[in-house]
């Protein structure tokens, strides 16, 4: 943004039977990693997809959003729909994509919540430690097999 001063979003490459999961951009490449989005599209059916590069929810947006947001009808679901608002934005102002780089998890599926919720228990200072613990007498006491755990007793 300190650079083009315009709207960025943050993209992914996704497999293409994933595309339906998330809001879809085209873009023409301008840099490594940067590209000038001619189109988006929420949650488009993969032979659909204009290409791969799903939006993962880091934005940063001009204010002009606002604005259009107000004025954005209600799309998928009932929804008033951030996609719209961008597409409309398109007509207007540059936005650019940015390939996210790191780790991401998507946290809209119960698997990705409860990954990122573990990756944060291992690296918060307060928790870490008695995490790790509770890990260890958990699943390294059982010979690396990873059991169900008996709801009935107490977890500890």
């Known amino acids: 943004f300190e650079y083009n001063r315009c709207s960025v979003l943050g993209v992914e490459e996704v497999p293409q039977e994933e595309t339906e999961k998330y809001g879809i951009v085209e873009a023409d490449a301008i840099d490594e990693g940067l590209g000038r989005v001619r189109s988006i599209v929420e949650k488009p059916k993969p032979a659909a997809a204009p290409s791969c590069l799903a939006v993962v929810g880091r934005y940063i ?3 002009r959003i606002f604005d259009l ?3 954005t009808p209600r799309g998928a679901g009932g929804e ?3 996609t719209d608002a961008i597409a409309a934005l398109l ?3 540059q936005v650019l994509a940015y390939q996210f780089k790191g780790v ?3 946290c809209g599926s119960k698997l990705g919540y409860l990954k990122a919720t573990i990756e944060y ?3 918060h200072e307060e928790l870490s430690e008695e995490f790790r613990a509770y890990l260890n007498r958990r ?3 059982t010979a ?3 059991e169900k755990l008996d709801t009935k007793k107490r977890a500890g």
């Open 61 to 63: 947006l001009t204010p």
């Open 69 to 71: 947001l107000e004025n």
């Open 80 to 82: 008033i729909q951030l």
């Open 91 to 93: 007509l207007e102002e």
């Open 104 to 106: 991401r998890y998507d």
């Open 121 to 123: 228990a291992l690296q």
């Open 139 to 141: 699943f390294c006491s």
């Open 144 to 146: 690396g097999k990873v």
